[in-house]
């Protein structure tokens, strides 16, 4: 929870950051993009580490470096500090998808699903929470006290995976592939930067299209390599099984749909109403109305651990996403009031809730135990360039429905029934390839 919290960290003074860093616009923005890209290239690498060593040490290292992390963007006063924290807060997401895959060693395999689903249910918690808590610490306090709070915050997640948190399985051992690691980061930073920063660089321009291709030929190598490779990072013979490449396409579809709630939903709800469809809230009264979709997300874990044992993960993740889209459906609708928007929210909220417990349940069930932690590590990535691409597809709707008022470039309701619309086709699309997931095979997960 205290990891996905970080990701909403900063929200509330991205606006100030060029003033606060001295810095300018197009500078301060990589506070946010490069807390993204750190934590797209641990999730894989932590996820094959934590094979190799054991998911225990491997949560130890991802809590100190969101220690680290936090303590230098608390004393920063400039922007490389800054940088420098936020990367480090990005590679300790790698304890995102080790701390799930770990539950498949320390919990009964009859509770595994119950306790996936929970820890699942607490990313959503934790970006519900971290929302207006940052608002309330950044109107309250000056702006270096959020990173206190995360300093102290990740000082007692270290602590309790160092003295509370049982050891689990050893390592399997093995050596890390490191033309691998370095493969997989530059290609997916060169990627990912791209479709980040191609609406405001242009989708055209040399710098978008040359890192998009490079990026693109460099994963491709990547993979060439890795099947060839005898201790690959990431076993791509396994990836390709039926149900974790289904599942893993799924995911980016699921990611998608997610995303655009936690996009759309505050910009309506802070825009002043004379724009026609603002409701005129304060940061914190914005986020005070989401937070009920993060709490439904931690009630609803137990009702995903039900489904996934009645009809099984794959019908429970079609569900869950069929359920996101039906939240899409009524935000398109339901726009004028700040109660309809939050109703709106729950419902996609508890779909993601169901659908979240879904996915490391399905990939778990499809993989050897010892390579589990690189699998959930992988998909975390997948879910990770579905949000990354549907940032840049709502990033650029708004910029071709956007208007001028009172000086200011505004989107227009438009903009945000069309993200809409879209996301919930995405939703649809992730709720129909669950369906084509097979069931497992009884070789799977040997």
């Known amino acids: 929870m205290v990891a996905a919290l970080m990701q909403s960290l900063v929200i509330p003074i991205q606006p100030e950051l060029p003033q606060l860093l001295n810095t300018s616009t197009a500078?301060?923005?990589?506070?946010?993009?490069?807390?993204?890209?750190?934590?797209?290239?641990?999730?894989?690498?932590?996820?094959?580490?934590?094979?190799m060593i054991g998911k225990r040490r491997v949560l130890v290292?991802?809590?100190?470096?969101?220690?680290?992390?936090?303590?230098?963007a608390a004393l920063s006063t400039g922007l490389l500090l800054m940088l420098l924290g936020r990367v480090l807060q990005g590679l300790a997401m790698a304890f995102i998808p080790v701390g799930i895959s770990m539950m498949r060693e320390v919990t009964?395999?009859?509770?595994?699903?119950?306790?996936?689903?929970?820890?699942?249910a607490t990313l959503g918690v934790g970006g519900a929470i971290?929302?207006?808590?940052?608002?309330?610490?950044?109107?309250?306090?000056?702006?270096?006290?959020?990173?206190?709070?995360?300093?102290?915050?990740?000082?007692l997640i270290l602590a309790a995976v160092l003295f509370v948190l049982p050891d689990g399985a050893p390592g399997v051992g093995g050596r890390i592939d490191v033309i691998g690691s370095i493969g997989?980061?530059?290609?997916?930073?060169?990627?990912?930067?791209?479709?980040?920063?191609?609406?405001?660089?242009?989708?055209?321009?040399?710098?978008?299209?040359?890192?998009?291709?490079?990026?693109?030929?460099?994963?491709?190598?990547w993979g060439a390599y890795e099947l060839r490779h005898d201790d690959p990072l990431v076993d791509l013979r396994t990836s390709a099984r039926p149900r974790v490449l289904i599942t893993n396409i799924a995911t980016v579809t699921i990611g998608f749909g997610m995303m655009a709630m936690m996009l759309c939903v505050p910009q309506i709800m802070e825009y002043p109403t004379s724009t026609g469809f603002g409701l005129g809230k304060s940061m914190l009264e914005a986020g005070l109305w989401m937070m009920p979709g993060g709490i439904m997300m931690m009630i609803f874990a137990p009702?995903?651990?039900?489904?996934?044992?009645?009809v099984g993960p794959a019908v429970t993740l079609a569900i869950g996403a069929f359920v996101v889209a039906g939240g899409y459906v009524l935000a398109y609708f339901l726009m004028d009031a700040a109660w309809k928007l939050s109703l709106a929210s729950i419902v996609g909220t508890v779909g993601v809730a169901i659908a979240?417990?879904?996915?490391?349940?399905?990939?778990?069930?499809?993989?050897?135990?010892?390579?589990?932690?690189?699998?959930?590590?992988?998909?975390?990535?997948?879910?990770?360039?579905?949000?990354?691409?549907?940032?840049?597809?709502?990033?650029?709707?708004?910029?071709?429905?956007?208007?001028?008022?009172?000086?200011?470039?505004?989107?227009?309701?438009?903009?945000?029934?069309?993200?809409?619309?879209?996301?919930?086709?995405?939703?649809?699309?992730?709720?129909?390839?669950?369906?084509?997931?097979?069931?497992?095979?009884?070789?799977?997960?040997?």
Request: proline share 5%; with cysteine; aromatic share 6%.
């Open 130 to 155: 971290g929302l207006p808590l940052s608002a309330w610490i950044a109107q309250t306090y000056d702006w270096h006290m959020l990173f206190w709070v995360s300093t102290v915050l990740a000082g």
């Open 303 to 310: 009702v995903s651990s039900i489904l996934i044992k009645k």
């Open 356 to 446: 979240y417990a879904a996915m490391p349940t399905i990939i778990m069930s499809s993989v050897p135990q010892n390579e589990t932690g690189a699998a959930i590590g992988l998909n975390a990535l997948m879910r990770s360039l579905g949000t990354t691409i549907c940032s840049a597809v709502a990033a650029a709707i708004i910029s071709a429905k956007s208007v001028t008022m009172a000086g200011h470039v505004i989107p227009t309701q438009g903009a945000f029934e069309t993200i809409f619309v879209v996301a919930a086709v995405a939703a649809l699309l992730a709720g129909v390839i669950a369906l084509l997931i097979p069931k497992p095979a009884p070789a799977d997960a040997q």
């Open 61 to 72: 290292l991802s809590a100190a470096l969101l220690v680290a992390g936090s303590l230098a």
């Open 108 to 120: 009964p395999p009859a509770m595994t699903a119950t306790a996936v689903a929970a820890m699942s």
């Open 27 to 51: 500078n301060a923005s990589w506070v946010i993009t490069a807390t993204l890209l750190a934590a797209a290239v641990a999730m894989p690498i932590g996820g094959r580490l934590a094979d």
């Open 184 to 221: 997989l980061a530059v290609g997916l930073v060169a990627t990912l930067v791209a479709v980040s920063k191609g609406n405001d660089w242009g989708w055209t321009s040399g710098t978008t299209l040359g890192l998009l291709v490079g990026g693109l030929v460099v994963l491709v190598a």
